[in-house]
T-cell receptor
Framework: KQEVTQIPAALSVPEGENLVLNCSFT??????LQWFRQDPGKGLTSLLLIQSSQREQTSGRLNASLDKSSGRSTLYIAASQPGDSATYLCAVRQDFNKFYFGSGTKLNVKP | DAGVTQSPTHLIKTRGQQVTLRCSPK?????VSWYQQALGQGPQFIFQ???????QRGNFPDRFSGHQFPNYSSELNVNALLLGDSALYLCASSVEDTQYFGPGTRLTVL
């Protein structure tokens, strides 16, 4: 069974810092990996989707990489802002239509 | 273009009761997935519907059932509610790879 782990569970940084969030998965037979943002008590907002054949995707200050063979993905956030404070979740798609989420990294960016 | 909508926003039930949650997908999306998110945890995949059929199912008991209508909207039904069913229930719609999530329904079982 696929297990998705996110480290660290929580992170607090000063505004302007560059930071990296980690996601690891146990079974490398995935279709894709998606990063989401979740604000307290709200639904999920898709940030980046990386297909299994891709190595990275970029959107604005966000860059996500995927190393399928080692079962790892990272989300890089450049020049962090207080508005980036949220929980960040990664999810892998497997068996065509099964999705497995990590427990998330709760990010706090201090002004 | 409206995104994914869910109703109700909040719901309080007692043990043993039954509940129905509703989801309207994003326009043009034919696939709907349901997730359960306990406090402090990531979402757990319940099942996915496509063309009114359950296409894939996660590790949830038969107390959890669903339905998809011809207009692609969907319902999640939970019977014989347990205290452990208290969670945020999320619906996501998709047409290809990217999933778009609704705001969720917060279910509290007393």
């Amino acid at each position: 069974k696929q297990e998705v782990t996110q480290i660290p569970a929580a992170l607090s940084v000063p505004e302007g810092e560059n930071l990296v969030l980690n996601c690891s998965f146990t079974d490398s037979a995935i279709y894709n990996l998606q990063w989401f943002r979740q604000d307290p008590g709200k639904g999920l907002t898709s940030l980046l989707l990386i297909q299994s054949s891709q190595r990275e995707q970029t959107s604005g200050r966000l860059n996500a990489s995927l190393d399928k063979s080692s079962g790892r993905s990272t989300l890089y956030i450049a020049a962090s802002q207080p508005g980036d404070s949220a929980t960040y979740l990664c999810a892998v798609r497997q068996d065509f239509n099964k999705f497995y989420f990590g427990s998330g990294t709760k990010l706090n960016v201090k002004p | 273009d409206a995104g994914v909508t869910q109703s109700p926003t909040h719901l309080i039930k007692t043990r043993g009761q039954q509940v129905t949650l509703r989801c309207s997908p994003k326009s043009g999306h034919d696939t709907v997935s349901w997730y359960q998110q306990a406090l402090g945890q990531g979402p757990q995949f319940i099942f996915q519907y496509y063309e009114e059929e359950e296409r894939q199912r996660g590790n949830f008991p038969d107390r959890f059932s669903g339905h998809q209508f011809p207009n692609y909207s969907s319902e999640l039904n939970v019977n014989a509610l347990l205290l452990g069913d208290s969670a945020l229930y999320l619906c996501a719609s998709s047409v290809e790879d990217t999933q778009y999530f609704g705001p969720g329904t917060r279910l509290t079982v007393l």
